[in-house]
């Protein structure tokens, strides 16, 4: 099927079944029970998690200490959190299912959340290459160089109202969305510096139906644990995703004629084997049916030797004298196997790239431009996959970290936050825009928008954008250098290089702070 296999994944989170909060997986932690303590009549609640990002920061861990949904009246269901951290950033604007639930029937107005041992990790981008900085739980009387709630305990309680109430009725199917606002929950000082303090800023609301269409997810991930399902009518076959890398909660996916199928030797579902890692872009309807738009499959899972899978983004590069990539650095967001005794997640990884080295493009329904994505064209910001043959660091001494010689390459779409600059000239759709990483280097970007790009927050178009207004743009990013297949397309708006182009699946113009 796939020309490449991988390790077994078992740190892919997607949600966090039962806990109807925001959050977007560990990386490292099983997913919870599928349902609330209850005998009674019941329904099915599909609760949808979005976080609004923030430029600075990379990872937000939190542990949820407990959970408990509200009904009106005041009474509390008792549901199980997770039982490891879960990373607040990881999701940045993108929508996900966070749970797949089984729940009382009645109406529910509240849910109450504890939290404890927060920790966030920024970008140190005055090294070089940049370096992750993790700010750990503040001990006792600490206040400095570590992370804390707004109290300056390890500990925060937060219940959260919404109105109108969410309804469950016996055999339906309701949604909840809960958004995290990291930019307004991360606090800085007057020079724009992370401080370390952290109030935790969370709004929760029913999902409203768009006709038969409940919600999203467009960034759903995990392993086929089978291709032989209960197939529900209308559609033409279904496979079975289990999240977290064979461990966690498994999904039934649903697929009819218009499911786009991607990947070496994957153009339907009859290519599909059990085993293989796939990112899915999905819909869930309002008979609570998960239904696949797009499905890209990677790699196959195997469980043995030092193979290993690492999602994250590429915060360092070396090329040769062509301007071909020679290695990157990686942060590491998400493991593809457990490793973290030997690359701690949100650590930099030493990736090097061979003149075999694979390359592909996810979400191909995206790169409409065909762009590549190859040597001359990997670059700083972009979020990747990459899988090969892990070689353990050494204590020394000197100390030596883990490096990984790269077998394939994997593009991933990711967001970018910044300020609009300009529309884009000559009959082209898109804008420029300003992003606020430091990775970009303050260069102008360019986004291209298409006629089913989708705009948010009170947009509907280019023509809506003005200086000035946060905008997060989701899609692919590709980085373009002076030299090669990478040189900068005239659409580009700018003469810059290197420079980056964005093929931009959503615009949302966030809410003024």
Sequence with gaps: MNRRTCVSLLALAVGLATLMMVGCGSGTSPLASSSSDSTGPTGSLVTFGTDQPSCDVQSFVVTIQSAALVQEGGTSVPITPPGQPVDFASLVDFTNILSFASVSTGPYNGLTLTLTSPQLTYLNTSSNPPAPVTLPTCASGSTSGCTSFSDGSSTDTVNLMFSPPLMISTGGTAGLVVDFDMRDSVQ?????????????????????????????????????????????????????????????????????????????????????????????????????????????????????????????????????????????????????????????????????????????????????????????????????????????????????????????????????????????????????????????????????????????????GVSGLTPGPIINVAGLVFFEQANGPGTPPVWTGSSQSPTWVVQAKAVHQLPTQ
């Design 188 to 460: 800085t000082d007057a020079n724009g510096n992370i401080t370390g303090v952290v109030d935790p800023q969370i709004t929760v609301s029913p999902s409203v139906a768009s006709g038969t269409t409940l919600g999203e997810a467009d960034t759903l991930y995990g392993v086929v644990s089978t291709t032989s399902c209960t197939t529900n009518a209308g559609f033409t076959g279904c496979f079975s995703l289990q999240v977290q890398g064979g461990v966690g909660q498994i999904l039934t996916i649903q697929v009819n004629n218009n499911t786009d199928f991607q990947g070496d030797g994957v153009s339907s579902l009859s290519t599909l084997s059990p085993g293989t890692f796939v990112e899915v872009d999905a819909i869930v309807d309002t008979s609570g049916d998960i239904i696949a738009q797009e499905v890209d499959a990677e790699e196959q899972v195997i469980t043995t030797g030092q193979q290993g899978g690492f999602l994250g983004k590429i915060i360092g590069a070396t090329y040769d004298s062509s301007g071909n990539a020679t290695g990157f650095n990686l942060l590491v967001g998400r493991e593809v196997s457990d490793m973290t005794s030997e690359v701690p997640l949100h650590s930099s990884l030493a990736v090097t790239l061979a003149a075999n080295t694979y390359y592909q493009v996810n979400w191909h329904h995206w790169n409409r431009r065909a762009l590549p994505f190859g040597p001359q064209t990997l670059g700083l910001a972009e979020s990747v996959a990459v899988f090969g043959v892990l070689t353990a660091g050494t204590a020394g001494p000197p100390a030596t970290p883990a490096t990984l010689t790269a077998g394939a390459v994997y593009l991933r779409q990711r967001n970018v936050l910044g300020t609009f600059k300009a529309a884009l000239t000559g009959g082209t759709n898109g804008f420029t825009m300003v992003p606020c990483g430091d990775l970009f280097g303050g260069n102008t970007i360019t986004v291209l928008t298409f006629g089913d790009s989708k705009w948010r927050g009170g947009l509907s």
